[in-house]
């Protein structure tokens, strides 16, 4: 048994396709997967599908990049997070990378999420890029510690991950885990406790190895754990049982 902590599988190259995906889900031994929001005009998409495939949840959130449509208001994401299928407020955070200027507004998104994720209460998914110290700033003096969450697609450093996880967060590992040269990330994926731990493909992107240049799917989740157990000296089927717990734990989701 194996969760895909966070993916976006109503993105047009996959949801064209949405029962092949899950059935190369299940093939793989990938029983669930989150799928996540980035913005609240795609929202119903997402829970769409979370509706239609009792195995997919989903959350809603606007993404840090996202410059276009609806700005979300706390009010607005508490609404819609009452849905029985929405299990997390996210994905938000702060992306430094692709964003320049005067990035205040993204900051205020970033803390209206976590207001949103407190009066719920609900776990918040985390995008942080080229960002780390305003992030993890953020988080502490926001209380995003009183409602935890994960760190997804986690490439930062090791200290990093120690602060986050003091603020109740994990760590979730994308397939950028299984790159040759991401030799800082898999140290830090050989020290972060693996009751911490997480697994994702935040498909469409980032296609582990050896599936590398091709459309990422849910089902690839599994190379990400295989990376897991390698790099940790466990046994595959304990890095399954492990973050597949840990995922139902903190979103509280019953298996």
Not at 92 to 113: K, N, P, S, V
Not at 141 to 148: L, N, Q, Y
Not at 210 to 227: D, S
């Amino acid at each position: 048994m194996l969760v895909d902590s966070h993916c976006h599988i109503n993105f047009p190259d996959l949801a064209n396709d949405l029962e092949g995906v899950v059935a190369r889900m299940h093939s793989a031994g990938v029983t669930h997967a989150l799928c996540v929001s980035v913005s609240l005009e795609a929202f119903p998409e997402v829970l769409a599908i979370a509706e239609r495939f009792p195995n997919v949840y989903a959350s809603v959130g606007v993404h840090p990049d996202q410059h276009n449509g609806e700005e979300p208001t706390a009010k607005r994401l508490i609404e819609l997070a009452r849905h029985p299928r929405v299990v997390a407020i996210g994905e938000t955070g702060l992306d430094y990378y692709r964003e320049t200027g005067d990035l205040e507004w993204q900051r205020e998104r970033f803390r209206t999420h976590i207001r949103a994720a407190r009066a719920c209460p609900k776990p918040l998914i985390i995008h942080t890029r080229q960002a780390a110290e305003d992030t993890l700033a953020i988080m502490a003096s926001e209380g995003a510690r009183d409602v935890g969450g994960v760190m997804h697609c986690f490439t930062e450093t090791w200290s990093v991950a120690e602060r986050a996880m003091e603020m109740n967060f994990h760590i979730s590992f994308s397939g950028i885990v299984t790159f040759k040269n991401a030799k800082d990330l898999k140290e830090v994926a050989r020290q972060v406790p693996l009751e911490r731990t997480l697994v994702e493909t935040d498909s469409p992107y980032l296609a582990p190895t050896p599936y590398r240049g091709k459309t990422n799917e849910p089902a690839y989740v599994r190379r990400v754990a295989e990376e897991i157990a390698e790099l940790k000296a466990v046994p595959f089927q304990t890095v399954c049982e492990v973050t597949t717990a840990n995922f139902f734990r903190l979103f509280n989701v019953k298996q």
